[in-house]
């Protein structure tokens, strides 16, 4: 017989997490799953510096294995599985995972965000060869090595800051001279003797050497045209992020980049399903506002349960 639950939670980020702490506490036995990477994105980050309550910081894979803990002694119920297909268009909703299929009255999606990429075939075929998403997870694989990081938003600023301490040099390739990343993380970036700047240049193509990783980029000047080779050993992409959306595709609302669409705190389109965290938030991003987003989810979606018994 198919489980049916009151609420399941898709999505192990801090705001999936502090949505199971708060619906485990009004007892209405979450079950979450976590999906490929419990933990979220905070699990491929070091330090995080601007979560409150921790006055000396935290390592990001330490606080969401807090965060889960938590939400197990609460009494959540933590599924390591991935959610395949869901079916809103009835109640209870199915959400079919790679292993069984459960339903439930209400569903909270805190699925997140994943990095977006450039889309060259060379960035694919080298990708752990040199070039990486991620410079918190690879950065420690380039000591004394010259690598790139591309885009200019505060992840790019992070990155290339952090890269600096394996690092011989970091070229931070920007396809314009205007900056989305906040002062204080240009400063920052600016101020570190290792880290360069190339602005108006597009990487175009990244060339392995003849052992397979990474041994230059091709440049393409944005406002010339013209073509440049940069030898380099590792090539770190930060040019910001897409929302874990496409399951829920033709189910709920969504904007023109996926991102769900909320209303009233964190209702979807369709009642009885609400979105929390990067899933559906552009703006702010920040752990402390998904965790804060997972909590109104949790408690809209309690109410929401209670207003269907009445
Ligand atoms: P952003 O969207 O802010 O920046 C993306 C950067 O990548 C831009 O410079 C953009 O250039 C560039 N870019 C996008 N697509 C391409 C492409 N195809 N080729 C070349 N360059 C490209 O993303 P971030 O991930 O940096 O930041 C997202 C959010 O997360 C922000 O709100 C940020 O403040 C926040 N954040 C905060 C941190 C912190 O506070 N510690 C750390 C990291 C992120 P262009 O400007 O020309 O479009």
């Given at each position: 017989?198919?489980?049916?639950?009151?609420?399941?939670?898709?999505?192990?980020?801090?705001?999936?997490?502090?949505?199971?702490?708060?619906?485990?506490?009004?007892?209405?036995?979450?079950?979450?799953?976590?999906?490929?990477?419990?933990?979220?994105?905070?699990?491929?980050?070091?330090?995080?510096?601007?979560?409150?309550?921790?006055?000396?910081?935290?390592?990001?894979?330490?606080?969401?294995?807090?965060?889960?803990?938590?939400?197990?002694?609460?009494?959540?119920?933590?599924?390591?599985?991935?959610?395949?297909?869901?079916?809103?268009?009835?109640?209870?909703?199915?959400?079919?995972?790679?292993?069984?299929?459960?339903?439930?009255?209400?569903?909270?999606?805190?699925?997140?965000?994943?990095?977006?990429?450039?889309?060259?075939?060379?960035?694919?075929?080298?990708?752990?060869?040199?070039?990486?998403?991620?410079?918190?997870?690879?950065?420690?694989?380039?000591?004394?090595?010259?690598?790139?990081?591309?885009?200019?938003?505060?992840?790019?600023?992070?990155?290339?800051?952090?890269?600096?301490?394996?690092?011989?040099?970091?070229?931070?390739?920007?396809?314009?001279?205007?900056?989305?990343?906040?002062?204080?993380?240009?400063?920052?970036?600016?101020?570190?003797?290792?880290?360069?700047?190339m602005?108006?240049k597009?990487?175009?193509?990244?060339?392995?050497?003849?052992?397979?990783?990474?041994?230059?980029?091709t440049l393409e000047d944005?406002?010339?045209?013209e073509r440049s080779e940069l030898?380099?050993?590792?090539?770190?992409?930060?040019?910001?992020?897409?929302?874990?959306?496409?399951?829920?595709?033709?189910?709920?609302?969504?904007?023109?980049?996926?991102?769900?669409?909320?209303?009233?705190?964190?209702?979807?389109?369709?009642?009885?399903?609400?979105?929390?965290?990067?899933?559906?938030?552009?703006?702010?991003?920040?752990?402390?506002?998904?965790?804060?987003?997972?909590?109104?989810?949790?408690?809209?979606?309690?109410?929401?349960?209670?207003?269907?018994?009445?």
């Amino acid at each position: 017989m198919t489980e049916i639950h009151d609420v399941v939670i898709i999505g192990s980020g801090p705001s999936g997490y502090t949505a199971a702490i708060y619906t485990a506490r009004a007892n209405l036995k979450p079950v979450l799953f976590q999906g490929m990477q419990p933990g979220g994105q905070l699990t491929i980050t070091t330090d995080v510096e601007n979560y409150p309550g921790y006055p000396e910081g935290v390592l990001g894979p330490k606080m969401m294995e807090d965060f889960q803990k938590q939400a197990e002694r609460m009494g959540t119920d933590i599924r390591f599985e991935q959610v395949t297909e869901v079916d809103f268009s009835k109640r209870p909703f199915t959400i079919k995972t790679d292993f069984h299929s459960v339903q439930a009255k209400s569903v909270i999606i805190s699925t997140g965000a994943s990095a977006k990429l450039l889309g060259l075939e060379s960035e694919t075929k080298l990708m752990g060869h040199g070039v990486s998403a991620c410079a918190t997870c690879d950065g420690a694989f380039f000591p004394d090595k010259e690598v790139i990081v591309i885009g200019a938003g505060d992840s790019a600023m992070e990155e290339a800051t952090y890269l600096t301490r394996f690092a011989s040099k970091v070229t931070i390739v920007h396809r314009r001279d205007v900056f989305r990343a906040s002062a204080v993380m240009v400063d920052r970036a600016k101020a570190n003797p290792k880290i360069d700047w190339m602005l108006f240049k597009q990487v175009v193509d990244i060339h392995a050497g003849e052992n397979g990783k990474v041994k230059s980029v091709t440049l393409e000047d944005t406002q010339s045209g013209e073509r440049s080779e940069l030898a380099c050993d590792g090539v770190f992409v930060a040019i910001g992020h897409t929302p874990n959306s496409k399951i829920f595709e033709g189910q709920l609302d969504m904007d023109e980049t996926g991102y769900i669409k909320v209303h009233d705190g964190t209702y979807t389109s369709v009642e009885g399903v609400f979105a929390s965290g990067d899933v559906m938030d552009k703006i702010y991003r920040q752990a402390v506002t998904a965790a804060g987003s997972g909590c109104m989810a949790a408690i809209d979606c309690e109410r929401w349960l209670e207003r269907q018994e009445h």
